[in-house]
């Protein structure tokens, strides 16, 4: 079991930087992996880290965010932000043994809340 807490969103012009950061609260030894993703008008996965801290990018976001964890906390640095980067942004969770560093939001069974991130030019 794993609680998500997502924060960190807000307005930024374009060419900004926002840091979103995912308190988790796990339930279990096992290591998790972890996913942002965001909704537009599809859910689309941006950056995803597993237990032993592979990392993978979607292509519009790579070079411009980051993705990174610690004991309790999974963050997103976003630079350079565009404006097609605004919508609302989750955090999805699942054990490392079931799934590993995947952009599916769906391969991923617990969802955060989301926090908005609006980009404006």
């Known amino acids: 079991q794993v609680q998500l807490e997502e924060s960190g969103g807000g307005s930024v012009q374009a060419g900004g930087s926002l840091r979103l950061s995912c308190r988790f609260t796990v339930y279990a030894t096992s290591p998790y992996s972890f996913l942002w993703f965001r909704r537009r008008t599809e859910r689309e996965g941006v950056a995803a880290i597993d237990?032993?801290?592979r990392t993978m990018y979607a292509a519009p976001v790579k070079g411009r965010f980051t993705i990174s964890k610690d004991n309790a906390k999974v963050y997103l640095q976003m630079n350079d932000l565009k404006v097609e980067d605004s919508g609302v942004y989750y955090c999805?969770?699942?054990?490392?043994?079931?799934?590993?560093?995947?952009?599916?939001?769906?391969?991923?069974?617990?969802w955060g809340q989301g926090t908005q991130v609006t980009v404006s030019s």
């Open positions: 999805a969770a699942r054990p490392s043994e079931i799934v590993g560093a995947s952009l599916d939001p769906y391969a991923y069974n617990k």
């Open positions: 237990g032993d801290r």
